[in-house]
C-alpha cells in the first residue's frame, strides 16, 4: 500500500521569502505525484503533477516540485511567496499501473504568509 | 475546464436521517471519487466508481453507501447520519491521472 508523510503540519513564512513544503512517500510499484492546493472554503486545485520524463515539474503561481526517486521525496518549492499563497497544501500518490487513479493524500501543509 | 458539482455547500442534518450528497461532473470520466476531509487527517476515501453502476470501497466506507446510475452522477449516501459523520466532503472525478475536484460539502450532524 502506498503511503504519504507530509512533514511539516504548519510552516510560516515571510512575505517574498523562498519556500519548500516536504513531502516523502512510500509504494512498492512505479508512482505518478502531485501538489494540490486548497484555499479556504474551496475545493482542492490541481498545482503540478510528475508523470515521467524530467525530474523537475513546473507549476501554476510559480510553484515548482522536485522527483527524487532515491530519498522517494516530492518537495514543492517557490523561490518568493506573495500573501495570496496562504493555503492548504496536500501531496499525493497514485499508483502509476493500476487502473482507476486512486490518490492517497497526506495530512496536508497550512503555509502561513506574513507581511 | 471540466467542472465538477456538488450540489450542496452546507448542509445540516439530524442525528438518524438519511443524508444524499449529490456530485455530478461534465467532461464523461470515467472514474469518480468521494473523500472526506477532517483536520490533521488529510483526505481519506470513502469510495469509488471506475464506471456505471461499478462501486468499491475506499479505506473508511462503514456507514456510508454510493449509488452511480448514470456515468455523471455520483451520489454519497449516509444511511443514518451520526455526529461522527459530521466533516467536509469533497468528490472528484478524472480520466486519467489526477483528479478535478468539486468545491466541497461541509455537513454537520446534530
Known amino acids: 500500500a502506498q503511503s504519504v508523510t507530509q512533514l511539516d503540519s504548519q510552516v510560516p513564512v515571510f512575505e517574498e521569502a523562498p519556500v519548500e513544503l516536504r513531502c516523502n512517500y512510500s509504494?512498492?510499484?512505479?508512482?505518478?505525484l502531485f501538489w494540490y492546493v486548497q484555499y479556504p472554503n474551496q475545493g482542492l486545485q490541481l498545482l503540478l503533477k510528475?508523470?515521467?520524463?524530467?525530474?523537475l515539474v513546473k507549476g501554476i503561481n510559480g510553484f515548482e516540485a522536485e522527483f527524487n526517486k532515491s530519498q522517494t521525496s516530492f518537495h514543492l518549492r517557490k523561490p518568493s511567496v506573495h500573501i495570496s499563497d496562504t493555503a492548504e497544501y496536500f501531496c499525493?500518490?497514485?499508483?502509476?499501473?493500476?487502473?482507476?487513479?486512486?490518490?492517497?493524500f497526506g495530512q496536508g501543509t497550512r503555509l502561513t504568509i506574513n507581511p | 475546464d471540466v467542472k465538477v458539482t456538488q450540489s450542496s455547500r452546507y448542509l445540516v442534518k439530524r442525528t438518524g436521517e438519511k443524508v444524499f450528497l449529490e456530485c455530478v461532473q461534465d467532461?464523461?470520466?470515467?472514474?469518480m471519487f468521494w473523500y472526506r476531509q477532517d483536520p490533521g487527517l488529510g483526505l481519506r476515501l470513502i469510495y469509488f466508481?471506475?464506471?456505471?453502476?461499478?462501486?468499491e470501497k475506499g479505506d473508511i466506507p462503514e456507514g456510508y453507501s454510493v449509488s452511480r446510475e448514470k456515468k455523471e452522477r455520483f451520489s454519497l449516501i449516509l444511511e443514518s447520519a451520526s455526529t461522527n459523520q459530521t466533516s467536509m466532503y469533497l468528490c472528484?472525478?478524472?480520466?486519467?491521472?489526477?483528479?478535478?475536484f468539486g468545491s466541497g460539502t461541509r455537513l454537520t450532524v446534530v
Open positions: 510528475y508523470l515521467s520524463g524530467s525530474t
Open positions: 467532461m464523461d470520466h470515467e472514474n
Open positions: 472528484a472525478s478524472s480520466l486519467f491521472a489526477g483528479y478535478t
Open positions: 509504494s512498492s510499484v512505479s508512482v505518478y
Open positions: 466508481s471506475y464506471d456505471v453502476k461499478m462501486k
Open positions: 499525493a500518490v497514485s499508483d502509476a499501473v493500476q487502473g482507476a487513479q486512486k490518490l492517497v
